[in-house]
């Protein structure tokens, strides 16, 4: 349950593929299921599958126009992309058996350096490089450390946020796992899981949303 | 592996583990600035209810972007034990 070297499942080509990867294609699996499922007869009037595939976007898009305007329309797939999938992950520590993948430092680590990369591609394609990389020396030359340290400690932050939290979560269920077996793990678990797991994953959201827009503007 | 060495590494895996323990001071912070910001998004729904909503999405972001520093100490400690403790603890043990 905590390990600190992963377990191996099987190797392709020798890449060895740990076991959290694994779970994570298997929830990436079952999302792509669902989007095909769910859009695969398209009625004007929405129930059932489609009825919540229409919620989900309909509550992404209306948090992507409030922070970043009509302008951050083309970002609703991709910001939607990040807060279901960062949802379905956390819930997956709610299988028995089954270590959520947030509770790697790898998962959460990529996820925020590809916000990074959307954000800095952003800005270099809307403003120019020229005025991409001044922004560097704003407000002053000197500020440059600064600002470069700044940049980094973003992408560090909004990993760490998400696998500290769902780390922590684990760490507190294995203690109390130690200390009483039965009930108690159960109800930290589905806090952890159920509460935290929203939360954090609205959180890593909304913080996308905002790199993205501090970037574009 | 001699006496020494030994004792070595028990003292450097006890250092860690209060340097880690000391690395979590710094959980105060996040705790007092969330739960003044939470106090402050409360007086603001119930002077003007209907802006929930927006209050909700900046109280989150503002909560999270000063979790930082408790994450940056968190992160910190949970690398001592797992960088530090951890294989020596092993060497102690494999003895």
């Given amino acids: 349950m905590l390990a600190i070297e992963p377990a191996i499942v099987f190797r392709i080509f020798g890449v060895p593929v740990p076991d959290f990867v694994v779970v994570t294609w298997v929830v990436m699996a079952l999302l792509v299921l669902f989007a095909y499922m769910a859009t695969r007869r398209l009625q004007a009037v929405p129930r059932g599958a489609q009825n919540v595939a229409e919620m989900m976007m309909s509550y992404f898009e209306s948090m992507v126009v409030d922070m970043m305007g009509k302008s951050g329309v083309a970002y609703i797939p991709l910001i939607a992309t990040i807060g279901i999938f960062t949802l379905s992950l956390n819930m997956s520590g709610l299988i028995p058996f089954v270590t959520s993948p947030t509770t790697r430092l790898d998962t959460t680590l990529s996820l925020a350096v590809f916000v990074f990369f959307v954000a800095h591609g952003t800005s270099v394609y809307r403003k120019g490089v020229r005025a991409y990389l001044k922004a560097y020396l704003e407000p002053y030359p000197f500020m440059l450390p600064m600002n470069l340290i700044g940049e980094v400690g973003k992408v560090l932050s909004h990993g760490f946020r998400l696998y500290g939290n769902m780390f922590g979560g684990l760490v507190m269920t294995f203690v109390f796992y130690q200390l009483v077996p039965w009930v108690a793990p159960g109800i930290l678990n589905i806090w952890f899981g159920v509460f935290v797991g929203v939360v954090q994953s609205m959180v890593f959201t909304l913080l996308a949303v905002a790199y993205i827009q501090v970037q574009a503007e | ?95």
Avoid: C, H
């Avoid at chain 2, 209060?18 to 690395?23: D, F, Y």
């Avoid at chain 2, 929930?52 to 930082?68: D, F, N, P, Q, V």
């Fill in chain 2, 1 to 95: 592996m001699s006496d020494v060495t030994f004792w070595g590494y028990v003292i450097v895996i006890a250092a860690v583990f209060v340097g880690s323990g000391l690395a979590l001071i710094a959980g105060i912070g996040p705790g007092i600035g969330q739960g003044y910001a939470a106090g402050k998004a409360v007086e603001a729904i119930a002077r003007q209810p209907e802006a929930e909503g927006k209050i909700r999405t900046y109280l989150i972001l503002g909560a999270a972007i000063a979790e930082s520093t408790g994450i940056y100490a968190l992160a910190i400690s949970l690398f001592m034990i797992l960088m530090f403790a951890s294989p020596l603890f092993n060497l102690i043990v494999a003895r």
